[in-house]
């Protein structure tokens, strides 16, 4: 069975850095790109960034350009997302999303039950 | 940016109900790379549909998708009670992939 657990969320200041990880069982998980989308609360759904099975095909959403990175370690079966300079927009839940493909990104077939980042001081 | 947008926002129906959802985007979906998805309050989104009309693994036969280039549907032929949901489209024929607002079907 495909799970994907994510962890790391919490409440940071304005400024602030966290450290999401998302882990990964039930697939082989350097077959597959990976991704962050996040949820405001209350509101629909925005891609974050991606990457592809072996890290050599890497986007991000423009909003978040610059200030997050997100890499993944395929020997842990782990997905990370770094994320600096945290603005109070930022403050979501972020679900890791498994790509149907391996490089080129698609649509997401299985997802997290997400971690919540609230950006406040 | 393909921008989505999704009609209407709310829809109040009751169980045994025909529904269909639309989805419109503001250039041409490269291939018809549109998929929907299902979300229900406090859980994670979970795919419907992919390639516009494609059934994912394990989605009831009562859910289609069809449409081609801007214009694009999702119909439930019946609704059953765990259909009630909030339903998402989502462009990946050119990057950024981009999702629709959302359209919520609600119990009347």
């Known amino acids: 069975e495909v799970q994907l657990v994510e962890s790391g969320g919490g409440l940071v200041q304005p400024g602030g850095s966290l450290r999401l990880s998302c882990a990964a069982t039930?697939?082989?998980?350097?077959?597959?790109?990976m991704h962050w989308v996040r949820q405001a609360p209350g509101k629909g759904l925005e891609w974050v960034s991606g990457i592809s099975w072996n890290s050599g095909h890497i986007a991000y959403a423009d909003s978040v350009k610059g200030r997050f990175t997100i890499s993944r370690d395929n020997a842990k079966n782990s997905l990370y997302l770094q994320m600096n300079s945290l603005r109070a927009e930022d403050t979501a839940f972020y679900y890791c999303a498994r790509d149907k493909n391996g490089y080129n990104f698609v649509y997401f077939d299985y997802w997290g039950q997400g971690t919540l980042v609230t950006v406040s001081s | 940016e393909i921008v989505l947008t999704q009609s209407p926002g709310t829809l109040s129906l009751s169980p045994g109900e025909r529904v269909t959802l639309s989805c419109r985007a503001s250039?041409?979906?490269?291939?018809?790379?549109l998929a929907w998805y299902q979300q229900k309050p406090g859980q994670a989104p979970r795919l419907l549909i992919y390639?516009?009309?494609s059934r994912a693994t394990g989605i009831p036969d009562r859910f289609s998708g069809s449409g081609s280039g801007t214009d694009f549907t999702l119909t439930i032929s019946r609704l059953e009670p765990e259909d009630f949901a909030v339903y998402y489209c989502q462009q990946y024929g050119s990057s950024p992939q981009t999702f629709g607002q959302g359209t919520k079907v609600e119990i009347k």
């Open positions: 250039q041409r979906v490269s291939s018809n790379y």
């Open positions: 390639g516009a009309s």
């Open positions: 039930g697939f082989t998980f350097d077959d597959y790109a």
